[in-house]
């Protein structure tokens, strides 16, 4: 077997990047994440880029999308393209909050209990159809997700760095399945879906997988503590005064459209800031620019928003409103429609 190859980025001294740019730096790290993982899902460098981002601002991603769209390949391309370690959790009905965390276990040679983790102990979780689990058991993920740490009979065990829950859900089959609670929504640092590849996608898909599937052969690119100092050169990244006033008129501005009955929380306003941060780092720039933030407007906020019951009927969607938004709001240095 022969050992991955990967790119050495820079030198490391003492866990302190030098001589590069911490954030050009950062750039070349997620650039090669979102190369590699190209590789494997076709046609699909936008949905990349922003699952690129969730890892850069230790973020989740749920993935609302039909299935066979290639959910599953993505996590596992992520997962093997930072070398970190990955587990995948098929969500059922019958599905208990231990077997997501982990239990402990009496072991009656050593006459004391013993932990058992769960799969929720890796840095990279496919948390699979999470809308099949009853609410009890959803609720599992909810300190693993904001806390990095799982708590089993009052022991607190704390998680691996980098750490991303990819949760999925089928938009189109409901029965059998329980809607997640708005406290959960609001841990996802986005949602968004893969859709369907072209025709001239689909057939490049036939072709790249005429001789085995290509998640077989990426590489590994970079390492998770590469990642992990990847993201603390988000806070290099400068953001002007009128970018931040933008960002929170943006985030007000959701609170009172007629057709919201809830509107975006502080911490969408925050994530809605960080993922600024990462787009304009992918970009190549260390300072953020009124178009980071429309880019990510939707990804971040449309989940968070509850529609009234007048909206949709009339068939409004979050992103719908998202846009009406971003008309209201002026742009620093422009004005508005």
């Known amino acids: 077997m022969t050992t991955p190859q990967r790119i050495i980025l820079t030198e490391v001294d003492h866990g302190r990047v030098a001589p590069y740019d911490a954030v050009q730096h950062a750039r070349t790290i997620a650039q090669a994440i979102i190369e590699n993982v190209a590789r494997v899902i076709i046609g699909k460098r936008e949905a990349i ?149 072209t025709l001239e996608e689909q057939i490049a898909i036939f072709d790249a997988q005429h001789r085995g599937h290509p998640l077989e052969r990426i590489q590994q690119v970079t390492t998770p503590e590469e990642l992990v100092q990847a993201q603390s050169a988000l806070q290099a990244v400068y953001v002007d005064p009128s970018i931040k006033r933008y960002i929170a008129q943006i985030v007000e501005a959701t609170r009172h459209q007629p057709d919201v009955y809830l509107g975006a929380s502080p911490r969408g306003a925050l994530t809605l800031y960080r993922t600024a941060c990462a787009h304009a780092l992918l970009r190549g720039r260390d300072y953020v620019i009124p178009d980071d933030v429309k880019a990510l407007v939707v990804p971040t906020l449309a989940h968070r928003l509850i529609l009234n019951a007048s909206a949709r009927v009339k068939g409004m969607t979050s992103a719908h409103v998202l846009d009406e938004v971003l008309t209201q709001v002026p742009a620093p240095g422009a004005r508005a429609r």
Not at 53 to 70: A, K, R, S
């Open 49 to 197: 880029e922003l699952a690129t981002i969730c890892l850069l601002c230790q973020g989740h991603l749920l993935i609302e999308d039909v299935p066979g769209v290639g959910k599953t390949v993505l996590a596992k391309a992520l997962a093997r393209s930072i070398g970190g370690t990955f587990n995948r959790i098929q969500f059922t009905p019958d599905m208990l909050p231990s077997d997501v965390t982990g239990v402990a276990i009496y072991n009656q040679k050593r006459g004391e209990f013993e932990f058992r983790p769960g799969p929720i102990m890796a840095q990279i979780v496919l948390a699979d159809e999470i809308n099949r689990a009853t609410p009890k058991t959803q609720s599992a993920l909810l300190e693993a997700m904001e806390e990095r740490q799982v708590t089993v009979d009052g022991v607190t065990y704390p998680l691996r760095q980098p750490f991303l829950v990819l949760a999925t859900q089928n938009p189109i089959e409901y029965e059998g399945t329980f809607p997640l609670p708005e406290a959960q929504l609001d841990r996802f640092l986005m949602r968004l879906s893969l859709g369907y590849p």
